[in-house]
């Protein structure tokens, strides 16, 4: 056992080496377009931290209702909490899990966060939301209580879909979007062999096992629209339901999937990115709105171009998702928001270097001249106010 313990800790001691020697002083990615030109500084103000209690992280997503109050956030303990404007803090709203309660009524998945992982496939893990505006209804993709709706006045969130779609599970079930002419719901699916605390080994072994799904409540009838999807991640549907995005997190690019139009059932590049996007949401200003949780570095971009160090590093006895998360943390997080034309091209760029809150971005959502930005590692919500109108583009 000793020399198998030895060669492991080589191996790691080279992994983190080589991902230090590569990440220190590299450069912004060019491969949107040139980041000078654009920018918080220009058009979009840091406001505010708005922070999550109950000891939890990660505001994946945001929502608001049909009556323009919220937004809503799912968080790392498996809770959706509403914000109260007027009151100026979070409440409660629902859970994504009958197993909040206990036999004496006491809720089992609260307490610390470090302990939220352990418990996430008890408790859930909400991370897209999206409301029905003609129904009132909340629907959410859980990453591992699947596609799952709460009703308007909140409560335990009632399964859809939790098991598995034409033969293969929802083994980490990650956003949506509905149709608000048909209600008809689009979620994907990121893997089917990797659930979402594995999420490092779905990116590290290249996993292609991703699905768009499809969703009509009317008939209840599920289809797979799209399969061999890597690391499938945020959707987004058209202004007119023409075509929807899909993220392809691993190869950092937007998908675009014709619904609508002669060119209905095509899959074509919508746009190549600088780093690894996570969800999109519509811009009331025209386009979408992207959230890249990091910049891809030169190493990670070099690794992923080679699958089999992956795979390798997935087999080692080490859990490979802190020491990800470790070297996450000593790089420093260079994360990032971009918003995209109806025809993928760059319109914004908002990358925070002022208020010191350089993280990871998972969603942007607008809303009245404002930004809300959730991120899946921070116990807060970001606030940025237009500085400028609705003189920007």
Not at 94 to 115: F, L, M
Not at 295 to 321: A, E, H, N
Request: glycine share 10%.
């Amino acid at each position: 056992m000793r020399p198998k313990l030895h060669l492991t800790a080589a191996i790691v001691a080279v992994f983190m080496t080589a991902w230090l020697a590569y990440n220190r002083g590299v450069t912004p990615s060019k491969d949107v377009t040139e980041t000078s030109a654009f920018g918080v500084s220009d058009v979009w103000q840091y406001e505010s931290m708005v922070p999550i209690d109950n000891d939890a992280v990660g505001p994946e997503s945001l929502a608001f209702d049909p009556n323009g109050e919220g937004p809503y956030t799912g968080i790392s303990n498996g809770h959706i909490i509403k914000w109260h404007r007027h009151e100026n803090r979070w409440v409660d709203f629902a859970v994504t899990s009958s197993s909040h309660r206990g036999d004496d009524d006491v809720d089992e998945c609260r307490g610390p966060y470090k302990e939220h992982p352990k418990k996430e496939h008890i408790c859930g893990r909400p991370l897209g939301l999206c409301f029905n505006v003609a129904s009132g209804q909340l629907y959410v993709a859980d990453a591992y209580m699947g596609l799952v709706v709460i009703e308007s006045t909140g409560g335990i969130a009632r399964k859809v879909i939790s098991h598995a779609v034409e033969g293969q599970p929802l083994a980490f079930t990650n956003s949506l979007d509905i149709d608000q002419r048909t209600g008809a719901v689009y979620f994907t699916s990121s893997s089917s062999k990797y659930e979402r605390r594995n999420y490092v080994s779905l990116i590290l072994t290249g996993d292609s096992s991703g699905r768009l799904i499809k969703y009509e409540p009317k008939s209840e009838q599920v289809n797979v629209l799209l399969n061999n999807l890597t690391f499938a991640n945020g959707v987004a549907l058209s202004k007119n339901g023409n075509y929807i995005l899909i993220s392809e997190t691993t190869k950092c690019r937007i998908l675009r999937y014709w619904l609508e139009t002669p060119k209905a059932g095509t899959l074509e590049v919508f746009a190549n990115l600088p780093g690894f996007p996570d969800n999109i949401k519509r811009s009331p200003r025209g386009g979408f709105w992207v959230g890249i949780n990091s910049r891809r570095g030169k190493f990670i971009q070099w690794m992923l171009s080679y699958p089999w160090i992956g795979k390798g590093l997935v087999m080692l006895p080490l859990d490979i998702t802190k020491t990800y998360s470790y070297l996450a943390k000593v790089k420093g997080s260079t994360g990032l928001a971009i918003r995209l034309s109806e025809e993928g091209d760059l319109l914004e760029i908002v990358e925070d270097h002022k208020s010191g809150n350089r993280r990871s971005i998972s969603e942007v959502e607008e809303r009245d001249g404002v930004l809300w930005v959730g991120s899946i590692d921070v116990p807060f919500v970001i606030k940025y106010n237009n500085s400028c109108g609705a003189s920007i583009k």
